[in-house]
Nanobody, 129 residues
Framework: QLQLVESGGGLVQPGGSLRLSCVVS????????IGWFRQAPGKEREGVSC????????YYQDSVKGRFTISRDGSSNTLHLQMNNLKPEDTAVYYC??????????????????????WGQGTQVTVSS
């Protein structure tokens, strides 16, 4: 069974940085679509950033473009999300997830959570002064 374990969340002041990591077991990252999602209290889960080995595409939600960077380390089977210039509205539980069949890429609906079937337990990110 696929396992995803996130880490790196915490409390940070506005303008600060955090780096999230997601270790994926029993899967080779090179052949799948994987990404980061977040859910704030009272809000729906949303796609933050996803990366697809199928077509080489990288997706970022408009609100994080220029501030967040997704990367994949194949040697350690780890997905990272570098988050800079954090804002209070970035406060949420962040999850990594895998789309094992690439359906999000093939459908053109990048980083839409209905296509992602394996999820980590989440890590809390709080941006507050």
């Amino acid at each position: 069974q696929l396992q995803l374990v996130e880490s790196g969340g915490g409390l940070v002041q506005p303008g600060g940085s955090l780096r999230l990591s997601c270790v994926v077991s029993r899967l080779t990252l090179d052949y799948y679509v994987i990404g980061w999602f977040r859910q704030a209290p009272g809000k729906e889960r949303e796609g933050v950033s996803c990366i697809s080995k199928i077509d080489g595409s990288t997706y970022y939600q408009d609100s994080v473009k220029g501030r967040f960077t997704i990367s994949r380390d194949g040697s350690s089977n780890t997905l990272h999300l570098q988050m800079n210039n954090l804002k209070p509205e970035d406060t949420a539980v962040y999850y990594c997830a895998v789309d094992p069949f690439g359906a999000s890429t093939y459908s053109g609906r990048h980083c839409v959570d209905i296509y992602f079937s394996s999820w980590g337990q989440g890590t809390q990110v709080t941006v507050s002064s």
